[in-house]
């Protein structure tokens, strides 16, 4: 798979608790000049990259992250004013405590309640499969569906583990066709981008293939 191809469907991302601007405003200028398909950055950086970054770049960002046990009017609330700053897309964290109760009708809800927040940018669903059970995840998979979101995510990176190849085959064989699945967390290698790509990821969540593509570029390899 050609690098390029890979890097199209990367969301660059910086998520650190000390990010500066100076930080993002890097990140930003890799999306910008590897082609991403968006750059993943904390909330409060999202109107400055936006205005920093134009039309060049989706800016996309994390609410109720990474936890995800915020009400639904806050993460709603969350949503809106990213919008609002000028986000593309939006990754929201389900309520997991509500995954393990079996409360998937009030997760839909949630979900649906956030989309509604996000006035027609994409929503991408975390749903943190590291604390799960495969019967949960496949019950999260159906709640995506009906929810009218955009995609589902493995992970927020911030938990004890991140994507993997199962979960990502899982993911494509129980959510709805119109439902993209995002694999985010720990993915280190382009070996492993493109494994997590042929099971039926659309995005990556990463900062790390970025990384790859400017050491072959430093050695003349790219």
Known sequence: MEL???????DHTLLAQTATWAEIKAVCDDGMKYHTASVCIPASFVKQAKE?????????TVIGFPNGYDTTAAKCFMASDAVENGADEVDMVINIGWAKEGKWAEITDEIAAVKHSCKGKLLKVIIETCLLTDEEKIQLCKC????????IKTSTGFSKAG???GDVALFKKHVAPHVKIKAAGGISSLEDAEKFIELGADRLGTSRIVKIAKGLENDGSY
């Open 144 to 151: 995506v569906s009906d929810s009218g979101a955009d995609y």
């Open 163 to 165: 994507a993997t190849f």
């Open 52 to 60: 920093y970054v134009g039309d060049k770049l989706p800016i996309c």
């Open 4 to 10: 390029n191809t890979i890097l199209s469907k990367c």
